[in-house]
């Protein structure tokens, strides 16, 4: 005998089948209380959880990890397109034709007439002028736009120093080359080394922000993005820990019986062992 009372199956698969479970997840009648109760800001942090397990599938070459997360991704998507939906604000295929309309409108050369676009290089300066101009015809008449403005206040850290850097760079507040940033981390470290003399908290926090924003920007000047070299650098620590821990216990000790001599000689094998 049938059940009546169980809830009747998705009608579709794919992205609609993924829309009308949202809608069923969001439904006051029926639907799930943790997803009902959810909103635009509690589901923020998810979303970028979400985006850096994509990141970490994609170091690890794992494509089937990959799948999985980028379904995570798109997941986030479809839940904000649902509760703007409920507000009547938009909804996910608004979403899709807001994104179609802007890459339509920054890739003139694919889908326009505009030529000289032959390389990545210029592409990425053509998409560039092309944002800025967005963000020029998108401020008030009679009210400056300035180099900095747009730059998201909820980006990581790392991440908005680096954006931050850029833009300044672009009206030409920049070092010329790394050689004159170098010399800038030696200044910042040592006002860092003369901070922590004095003991002073306050004092600490600043110049070690001074020098983190340094390093940022001693990456910008070598090609290398500072988010992807810091994840890169977490994974070398975790892996040479983790061995490090393996030879204590190998030993039938624990890393904390251990002093730091003893652990800087395991450290080192490990070090030499990834080469």
């Not at 009206?171 to 030696?186: I, L, T």
């Amino acid at each position: 005998m049938t059940d009546d009372t169980s809830p009747s199956p998705l009608n579709a698969a794919g992205l609609d089948g993924l829309l009308e479970l949202m809608a069923r997840l969001r439904d006051p009648d029926g639907g799930c209380p943790w997803d009902l109760e959810q909103t635009f800001a509690t589901i923020a942090p998810h979303t970028i959880e979400e985006a850096y397990e994509v990141a970490d599938a994609i170091d690890h070459g794992d494509l089937g990890h990959l799948k999985d997360e980028l379904g995570d991704l798109l997941f986030q998507v479809v839940f904000y397109a649902q509760m703007a939906r409920e507000r009547n604000a938009f909804d996910f295929h608004d979403i899709a034709a807001a994104i179609t309309e802007k890459m339509l409108r920054r890739h003139p050369h694919v889908f326009g007439d505009q030529t000289g676009i032959d390389d990545a290089e210029s592409q990425t300066v053509n998409w560039e002028r092309l944002k800025e101009q967005e963000r020029k015809d998108n401020t008030a008449e009679g009210d400056r736009h300035g180099a900095l403005d747009g730059v998201s206040r909820g980006l990581p850290a790392l991440m908005r120093a680096y954006k931050l850097q850029k833009r300044a760079a672009r009206v030409g507040f920049d070092w010329p080359d790394a050689g004159g940033v170098f010399d800038k981390f030696r200044e910042e470290a040592a006002e860092l080394e003369a901070e922590i003399r004095t003991g002073d908290h306050a004092a600490l926090e600043h110049e070690l922000g001074d020098l983190l924003f340094t390093c940022v920007n001693l990456a910008r000047h070598l090609g290398v993005d500072p988010e992807t070299a810091l994840r890169h650098a977490n994974g070398r620590f975790e892996s040479r820990f983790q061995s490090v821990e393996r030879a204590v216990w190998e030993q039938n000790r624990e890393v904390g019986d251990m002093d730091m001599a003893e652990l800087d000689t395991l450290w080192n094998l490990a070090k030499s062992g990834e080469n």
